[in-house]
């Protein structure tokens, strides 16, 4: 009956170091699915938060430009034609980037506003001096005031789908940390049951040779 139970250990503790193998081959494509998680994260920060808001301060300064010079010269709509396609360019290029759906709204009302902004321009240009076209003006002005306070709004909405996504970094480098330390303890663990048997079978073999020589 010993043989009996000696297979039913070794059974057992085969089963027990195959348990932990498994686990420790899981733990590491865990591990290697965050590390992907979080290297599309940090990539989707910095093409989808932090150009998208290089491109909102670039279009922001280009409306302040163009509202102070129609300030300082006292005609609105003296924008040349490079300066339009520069801000159409950084239009295009932001509109590439990933957009939530609050975003797209802002966006989509961003587009409307430079589109009035360009015929006020035009239109402005025909009716110099400004001084007979104060309505004109005014309107051009709360124009530039608009689309700088939706620029204002679309760089908000940056710092905090930032925050977001610098949160789930987090989270992703607390639960790698959490799966490193299991993996390291099962290893740990698996080390010291084969030393174990190792050493039980080297202590059963000098009993067997025993045997042999006695019969």
């Known amino acids: 009956m010993k043989w009996v139970f000696q297979i039913k250990h070794k059974l057992r503790a085969g089963l027990l170091l195959l348990v932990i193998i498994i686990t420790v081959l899981l733990c ?3 591990i290697r699915q965050s ?3 979080l290297d599309q994260t940090m990539t989707s920060l910095y093409n989808d938060r932090l150009m998208p808001a290089t491109y909102i301060f670039k279009m922001a300064d280009q409306v302040y430009a163009r509202q102070l010079k129609s300030l300082q010269t006292g005609v609105a709509g003296i924008t040349t034609q490079k300066q339009n396609d520069s801000l159409v360019h950084l239009m295009d290029v932001y509109a590439k980037t ?15 506003l ?13 009716s110099t001096p400004v001084q007979s076209a104060p309505e ?12 700088i306070a939706v620029l204002d709004q679309l760089s908000e909405v940056q ?4 925050g977001v996504l610098q949160k789930d970094s987090k989270k992703v480098i607390a639960g790698t940390q959490i799966q ?26 000098p009993k067997e040779r025993s045997r042999e020589w006695l019969n």
């Open 114 to 126: 430079v589109v009035q902004m360009g015929k006020l321009e035009t239109e402005s240009l025909k």
């Open 159 to 162: 710092i905090k789908e930032g």
């Open 28 to 30: 590491n494509i865990s």
């Open 180 to 205: 490193s330390q299991l993996e390291i303890s099962l290893l740990v663990i698996l080390g010291i049951a084969a030393f174990v048997l190792i050493a039980a079978k080297e202590k059963l073999i």
């Open 98 to 112: 990933w957009l939530t759906e609050h975003e797209k709204a802002l966006f989509y009302t961003l587009q409307k």
């Open 35 to 37: 590390f992907s998680t």
């Open 136 to 147: 004109l003006q005014k309107e051009l002005n709360d124009t530039y005031m608009q689309s």
